[in-house]
């Protein structure tokens, strides 16, 4: 299998304190996650479930903040906080060790680990949705493999950002993640 190449900025510590913009698309783009109509995103309650998700990441990782955030029928925008002190979410209290080292304490979060968890415990709950709510069916993977970023390096790229989430639902016929664009959804590729 050839190499995928990253998304990541080269040379980039994602651990570091720094405010990131990220895009995640749902596999194949399939519209889940609600409907734009008259220009408003429509979320239902698999869309609620990831906004909710989302919300609460500040709660389980300390150490990450979240900004401007957006629901699509197929993907999210949103802007993650990395405040860059925080362990990472543990279970319980670190123990010490027999040699005195506390047990469970491990440096703060990457971008790329909270992006993963995220997309980890939003599949694990949209399945239970499928299961239990009648939420439409995913085949084999809930996101495509990787997500967009981009490092938002000043208070004018700050605010562009924030525009651009907040208004993206009234550009929504000439979004590049439209279905009805034309464009063709990503492979799926099986191992």
Partial sequence: M???KSNRLQHHDYSQAGYYFVTLCTQNRKELFGAIIDSQMITNAAGGMV???????????????IDQFQV????????IVVVGDGPRA???EPRPLPDGQPQGVVPTLSLSNVIHRFKTLTTKLYIQGVHKKGWQPFNAKLWQRSFYDH???DEQSLHDVREYI?????????????PANGLKPEPVTRH
């Fill in 2 to 4: 050839p190499n995928r």
């Fill in 51 to 65: 906004r909710k998700t989302w919300n609460e990441l500040p709660i389980f990782y300390h150490g990450i903040q």
């Fill in 72 to 79: 699509m029928p197929n993907h999210i925008h949103g802007i």
């Fill in 90 to 92: 543990v279970p319980h």
């Fill in 151 to 153: 490092v938002i390096r």
């Fill in 166 to 178: 907040q208004y993206n639902p009234l550009n929504w016929e000439s979004d590049e993640n439209n």
